[in-house]
C-alpha cells in the first residue's frame, strides 16, 4: 500500500529550532512503510521580517545536505521506498515574483500554501478573518502555478480567497493539513460546504494530526483523526481525502499516534469502522496521486 503524508515541518525544526526533536527521520518514515512524505518549505510566522525566500533556501540546503531521496512526480511514489516531495508553506516565499515560481518548481515544489497565518502578495490567512479574495498580484502566480501543475494548497488561507480559488482557478484545489470545522470549530478547519466544494472540484484534503484541531481539549489520539476522515468521507470525500500529518510543525500530538511511524493506527481505525482495504488504500495514498493526475501529472 502505498501512503502519502502531505505535510511536515521538519526542516524548518532541523534548520530554526534545532532544539526541538523532530519525529520525522528517515527510521520512523521507513517503519511507518510511508512512501511519500511531503516536506515543507515554511515561510515563517513573522512575515516579511523572517526573510521567507531566504528561510526556504535554507531548509532546501538542509534537506539536499541530509540527502533523503526526492521526487519531482507524486506519482514516482512506490510502495517500499521513501520519497519527499517539496511544497512551500507561506506565498510570501514568492515574494510577488512569478520567476520565483519558476525558479521553486525547478527545486522540485509541487504544492504550496498561497498563505501561512500571514497577509501577504498573494491574499489573506483565515487566522484574521478578511473577506477579501485572492490579489490580483496572487492571480499572476497562481496562473503560473497553474501552467506548471503545481497544487495550490489552500489550508490557512481565508474563506474568501478559498471560494475565489473555487470559482476561478483553473486547476482543483488541496488543503493539504486542514480538519472538519463541524467537528472542531476552528479557523484552521474546513466547512462542509468547503468540503463539499473540494469533492466537487475533483480536490483533496489531508487531515491534520494535531489535537486542537481534531479537537477542543488539547488532547487527541488516532482514532480522533479516523473520526475527521470518517466525517469527510460521509460528505463524498472517500476519493478525494487522505493523510496531512503536520508533524514537526505542531507542539502537541496525539497520544498514540505520534509519529510517521503510527500512521497505521489510524487505518486500523478506518478498518474497525468498516472500510474496505480498497478505501483504505485510497485513502493512504492513492486519492493524493490521482488528484495529481487531475493536475495533469
Ligand atoms: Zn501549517
Not at 528561510?55 to 545536505?65: H, M, P, S, T, V
Not at 481525502?241 to 497520544?255: K, L, Q, R
Amino acid at each position: 500500500m502505498i501512503i502519502c503524508d502531505t505535510h511536515c515541518d521538519t526542516t524548518n525544526m532541523r534548520v530554526f529550532h534545532k532544539d526541538e526533536t523532530p519525529c520525522v527521520t528517515m527510521e520512523n518514515l521507513v517503519n511507518g512503510g510511508i512512501s511519500l512524505q511531503t516536506c515543507a518549505l515554511f515561510a515563517g510566522s513573522k512575515g516579511m521580517a523572517d526573510h521567507p525566500y531566504e528561510r526556504a533556501i535554507a531548509q532546501l540546503e538542509e534537506l539536499n545536505r541530509l540527502g533523503w531521496p526526492r521526487i519531482n512526480s507524486p506519482l514516482e511514489a512506490e510502495e517500499g521506498k521513501v520519497k519527499i516531495l517539496l511544497s512551500v508553506e507561506g506565498g510570501e516565499i514568492f515574494e510577488g515574483r512569478v520567476d520565483r515560481v519558476d525558479e521553486f518548481y525547478g527545486y522540485g515544489v509541487r504544492m504550496a500554501g498561497v498563505t501561512w497565518n500571514n497577509e501577504n502578495e498573494m491574499g489573506h490567512p483565515a487566522k484574521h478573518g478578511s473577506k477579501e479574495g485572492i490579489k490580483p498580484q496572487g492571480w499572476a502566480l497562481l496562473r503560473r502555478m497553474a501552467e506548471l501543475k503545481i497544487a495550490v494548497d489552500t489550508s490557512h488561507l481565508n474563506e474568501a480567497g478559498f471560494w475565489d480559488l473555487i470559482d476561478n482557478h483553473s486547476q482543483p484545489v488541496m488543503a493539504s493539513h486542514s480538519c472538519a470545522k463541524a467537528l472542531r470549530p476552528h479557523f484552521r478547519n474546513l466547512t462542509d460546504e468547503q468540503i463539499r466544494a473540494v469533492v466537487r472540484r475533483g480536490g483533496w484534503i489531508g487531515v491534520n494530526f494535531y489535537p486542537w484541531f481534531l479537537g477542543d481539549t488539547g488532547k487527541a489520539v488516532a482514532e480522533d483523526i479516523v473520526t475527521h476522515i470518517d466525517y469527510m468521507c460521509q460528505l463524498g470525500a472517500e476519493k478525494h481525502v487522505g493523510f496531512g500529518s503536520d508533524f514537526d510543525g505542531i507542539e502537541v500530538w496525539p497520544d498514540d499516534c505520534d509519529s510517521p511511524a503510527k500512521v497505521h493506527l489510524i487505518l486500523d481505525g478506518l478498518r474497525r469502522r468498516g472500510y474496505s482495504e480498497e478505501a483504505l488504500a485510497d485513502i493512504a495514498g492513492r486519492n493524493f496521486l490521482d488528484y495529481y493526475r487531475r493536475l495533469g501529472w
